[in-house]
């Protein structure tokens, strides 16, 4: 961040200072009053107020250190710094270094559309892509790292741990009437390209009327997306010289207009509360729609709680009660998961012991919604 942007002297210094802190310095609350979510902060920070980093529970440690970054940096202050995303280098640097990945899937999307092909083998195809998508992470990686990639078909098929992607489909397709279907972001940059390429696709088919992306309302984690980060890749892929790419871009472009794509932040997707204790206005969002997908690893953990399961627990079980069908798309970079065959983690614990937080294996996991009322309630806190 210090190398990537021209910060003023002051803003450099307390960067330091925040390098400087960890990991064995003090939770404290945010100097950062005049910031909207200052009251929100100060509600999740009072637990763990003068705990140390490495004691704070770590689904909430990575957040509150993302939104430290931001009070560094002044973004919600008036002056230098305010409204500066400074991750904005490295989300450039992932689309520019990925140029070739995303015009493959934008010519990909072109045959399909010229074959007048809009059945469930495209949607598995770009389920797939937006899974390994996933692998692109630059709070991991930076851009011009070589992290994960399954572009190979075979691969990618061989790491791919869980596959629940036809009783998704056969959910959307028992619907009678056009579903509205949610998806939960995570990475700007070409995981952002294939979760529109998706997007293209359900739109593309009928069954589904609408699409809701829920972002991020600030920057964080690096790489996940906002809603400006969302307009600014629709503008680079109208940009750019492929045909396919542009095409894409102009389809988006369109169902943006129509109201069938619509983009939506909140502050609770920044915030580190777990699924389980979602406020009711966000259960009731969520409530409106018949699928939720749910992109990337940090939104897996808040789904099951950033707790260590063990990972035979079935994914259903370890999820938290939710008013919608969800479908997870995550690469593993935590040791958080469920759902797995216990005979495959004992192979992969000998053959790739690190294999949990390298980003290379994947889950396509699906839960239907629980129909309990504590699913539909404000959970409490905790």
Same mark, same amino acid.
């Given at each position: ?137 630059? %709070? ?149 729609? @018949? ?14 709680? @950033? ?48 294999? %949990? ?26």
């Amino acid at each position: 961040m210090i190398d990537e942007n021209d910060f003023p002297a002051p803003i450099t210094a307390r960067i330091q200072a925040l390098q400087d802190d960890l990991p064995h310095g003090s939770i404290r609350p945010l100097h950062d009053e005049e910031a909207p979510d200052a009251a929100l902060w100060a509600e999740y920070v009072a637990p763990h107020d003068g705990t140390s980093w490495l004691e704070a529970p770590w689904f909430f440690g990575e957040t509150y250190f993302y939104r430290r970054i931001l009070e560094a940096t002044g973004y919600f202050r008036a002056g230098p710094g305010a409204q500066v995303d400074p991750f904005t280098y490295q989300k450039e640097q992932g689309l520019l270094h990925t140029a070739d990945r995303i015009r493959a899937l934008a010519q990909g999307r072109a045959q399909s559309r010229g074959e007048g092909a809009r059945d469930r083998a495209v949607l598995t195809r770009l389920v797939r892509a937006a899974l390994w998508g996933n692998q692109a992470d630059l %709070s991991m990686w930076t851009a011009a790292e070589e992290g994960p990639d399954h572009q190979d078909v075979d691969q990618a098929e061989d790491h791919l741990l869980t596959d629940d992607t036809a009783p998704a489909l056969d959910h959307l397709g028992s619907l009678d009437r056009p579903a509205r279907v949610d998806v939960w972001a995570d990475n700007a940059g070409f995981e952002l390209v294939s979760d529109l390429a998706l997007v293209d696709g359900l739109l593309d088919t009928g069954a589904v009327g609408q699409i809701v992306i829920h972002l991020k309302v600030h920057p964080t984690f690096v790489s996940d997306a906002t809603i400006d980060d969302v307009h600014e890749t629709l503008r680079a892929l109208a940009a750019a010289e492929d045909v396919a790419v542009q095409a894409l871009a102009q389809r988006l472009h369109t169902a943006l207009r129509s109201g069938r794509l619509r983009l939506r932040d909140a502050w609770v997707w920044t915030s580190p509360l777990r699924a389980r204790e979602l406020p009711a206005h966000a259960r009731a969002e969520l409530a409106r729609a @018949d699928l939720l997908i749910s992109k990337g690893d940090a939104n897996y953990r808040r789904l099951l709680g @950033d707790r260590h399961w063990d990972v035979t627990t079935p994914f259903r079980t370890a999820l938290a009660p939710l008013p919608v069908p969800v479908l997870a798309l995550r690469t593993h970079k935590s040791e958080v998961a469920a759902g797995l065959s216990a005979d495959r983690v004992a192979r992969l614990d000998d053959e790739a012991p690190n294999w %949990s937080v390298n980003g290379e294996w994947g889950v396509i996991q699906f839960a239907p919604a629980d129909a309990s009322p504590a699913a539909k309630r404000l959970a409490p806190a905790g």
